[in-house]
């Protein structure tokens, strides 16, 4: 199914060997944008190096766009441009039993360098109908999420930004 606006949801992992401490749980925030285009403005409002992006392409091929990418192209080039030096995992979805009818036109490696600025971690191949790969990807998030550099502050700092902004404005 396609998400249509924006869903929230909360990803608990456990770090079970932390520095100083022996065992920590951190909630992910997941926010699942809408890939419809008429979303596609209000993306960059949330975008923030802080962040970890999964980009989830369609592994099935029902959702070529006319280059034959799957949209991957595009959201990289969106979020280098707007949080340069993020990390973005990249899964292909909708794989049932693990095959696939459709790749991606390059490896990651040839997106690495079109996309120098941005740190890609291959996510591999997952199913969220049957749940094929799942635990993997949550734990290549967990433990990619953990080396972020702020990641465990409560909101990305272009919030706290516009907050201050906000606040000067209303005085």
């Known amino acids: 199914t396609c998400t249509e606006g924006v869903a929230i949801s909360d990803l608990h992992v456990t770090f079970e060997e932390l520095p100083a401490l022996p065992r920590t ?81 390059h490896p990651i490696s040839a997106y690495s360098a079109e996309f120098p600025h941005l740190h890609l971690v291959d996510g591999g191949l997952m199913d969220s109908k049957t749940g094929y790969r799942i635990p993997e990807v949550k734990a290549l998030v967990r433990d990619t999420a953990l080396k972020i550099d702020g990641i465990q502050q409560t909101a990305p700092h272009s919030w706290h930004r516009l907050a201050e902004r906000c606040a000067k404005e209303a005085e």
């Open 25 to 105: 749980t951190l909630t992910l925030k997941l926010w699942d944008f809408g890939g419809q285009t008429e979303y596609y403005t209000t993306h960059v409002a949330f975008l923030d190096t802080r962040c970890l992006y999964i980009l989830v392409w369609d592994a099935s091929g029902a959702q070529l766009d006319p280059e034959g990418t799957h949209g991957v192209s595009f959201w990289l080039h969106s979020i280098q441009t707007h949080a340069p030096h993020a990390t973005v995992i990249i899964v292909g979805s909708k794989v049932e039993d693990g095959s696939i009818t459709h790749s991606l036109p």
